[in-house]
């Protein structure tokens, strides 16, 4: 998972993470609590006890997918992070993600540059900073979510030629977007404030179009905790630390929806179908230290999540320690998951590499950095393409995606 930690002056952060209380509904059961018990009722719904302590369990990653290697070209304006969260989409025919500096590469699938653009600047046709992304394959667009007081998102092609601006519902935090269908996208609104959510509805349907709002999923809170933590910080200033997760992940059919004050975590269909899968308890509201749980992937018999304890030390700054987790429907049994790949022994994986990627259906992907994987070979702990692949690289290089395709 990531953190990230930063210090606003008290002022702009009021401003810039305020919350629009017009969906607050006081005198109410909080309607999280009211779905999960509903929930707790359907046949066959599991419930995870997110206090116990669960064995361990290694899962080889091959037994469960087709693993392909793809060695990012490195060029001067395209040196990506080693996270995955740069990542704004991933196939098998083509990568498109975004550096440090803003700037949106387009990779072909043997991992050759493609293309790349950088509209950074003030202008009605550019971008400040890259909040979210997503990539329609189809219509060859790419939304960015500029920066937030923008509240904006800017489309372009996929050659980087301005197509349109959509307009954001003021205050609305969309960083976790996805390519939903032909003229939607699927959003979350993540702007939270004193306990309040922006929307009592956070989760929606976007139109590519317009940017308005289509549809809100039935998925509503009167109470949601932030992904933030806070405290004074010198005079007039506040230091933040922030828990990076996203709360949509796409899987095998259908998405994932794994919010972090829910109790259940849902799918959501193509064809508009919600339905609970998980239900979590004790209730996350209810903990005095919580413990959250998020959703990273879902593939055949196995649920891959991580448990989260959110809390943070401001003075050394080191916080929201977190276990990767499984569930095994097969089992019935969860289990601290122990996620490795053959090809590189002390590697461990998880699939989504705590980042936000818009992937193609029934596929997950990681990032192998290339320094690390040179040591690995060189101590002999590297097998099979990977190996070649060491040989070829440098420590300065891109990283080395690894594409994986589960098996049905």
């Given at each position: 998972m990531k953190t990230y930690v930063w210090a606003l002056y008290a002022s702009l952060l009021l401003y810039s993470c305020g919350a629009n209380n017009t969906n607050r509904q006081d005198g109410k059961e909080d309607a999280s609590t009211e779905q999960t018990q509903k929930a707790k009722k359907e046949q066959g719904l599991v419930t995870l006890d997110v206090t116990k302590?669960?064995?361990?369990?290694?899962?080889?990653?091959?037994?469960?997918?087709?693993?392909?290697?793809?060695?990012?070209?490195?060029?001067?304006?395209?040196?990506?992070?080693?996270?995955?969260?740069?990542?704004?989409?991933?196939?098998?025919?083509?990568?498109?993600?975004?550096?440090?500096?803003?700037?949106?590469?387009?990779?072909n699938g043997d991992g050759s540059v493609r293309s790349s653009f950088r509209h950074v600047g003030q202008g009605s046709k550019e971008y400040q900073y890259i909040i979210g992304m997503a990539v329609d394959p189809k219509a060859q667009e790419i939304f960015i979510v500029d920066y937030l007081l923008k509240y904006r998102m800017q489309v372009y092609s996929f050659t980087g030629q301005y197509k349109r601006t959509l307009p954001i519902p003021y205050k609305m935090i969309l960083n976790s977007l996805q390519d939903f269908s032909a003229d939607c996208l699927l959003a979350?609104?993540?702007?939270?404030?004193?306990?309040?959510?922006?929307?009592?509805?956070?989760?929606?349907?976007?139109?590519?179009?317009?940017?308005?709002?289509?549809?809100?999923?039935?998925?509503?809170?009167?109470?949601?905790?932030?992904?933030?933590?806070?405290?004074?910080?010198?005079e007039n200033q506040t230091i933040s630390a922030a828990l990076g997760y996203d709360p949509i992940v796409r899987c095998e059919d259908s998405y994932v929806i794994g919010d972090l004050s829910a109790d259940t975590i849902y799918t959501y269909t193509p064809q508009g179908v919600l339905s609970p899968m998980l239900v979590r308890t004790p209730p996350v509201l209810s903990m005095e230290t919580p413990k959250v749980l998020l959703p990273d992937y879902r593939a055949g018999s196995y649920f891959f999540f991580y448990l989260v304890d959110f809390e943070f030390d401001f003075e050394t700054r080191t916080g929201f320690p977190d276990k990767y987790m499984v569930y095994d429907y097969a089992a019935g049994k969860t289990y601290v998951c122990k996620l490795v790949n053959r090809d590189c022994e002390e590697q461990e994986i998880q699939l989504g590499d705590g980042g936000v990627t818009n992937k193609a259906w029934n596929t997950a992907c990681y990032t192998i950095p290339s320094s690390m994987l040179i040591e690995q070979s060189e101590a002999g702990k590297v097998h099979g393409p990977l190996k070649e692949i060491a040989a070829g690289r440098t420590d300065d290089d891109n990283p080395v995606l690894a594409i994986v395709r589960f098996k049905n």
């Open positions: 302590d669960y064995p361990e369990k290694k899962i080889v990653l091959q037994d469960l997918a087709d693993v392909k290697y793809i060695p990012l070209e490195t060029k001067k304006n395209a040196l990506l992070p080693n996270s995955a969260g740069c990542l704004g989409y991933v196939s098998d025919s083509l990568i498109v993600a975004r550096t440090s500096d803003n700037e949106i590469v387009l990779f979350c609104d993540m702007d939270v404030n004193q306990g309040i959510s922006n929307r009592a509805k956070p989760y929606m349907l976007l139109s590519k179009k317009t940017g308005e709002i289509v549809k809100e999923l039935d998925i509503h809170f009167t109470k949601r905790m932030s992904n933030r933590m806070s405290k004074p910080f010198g």
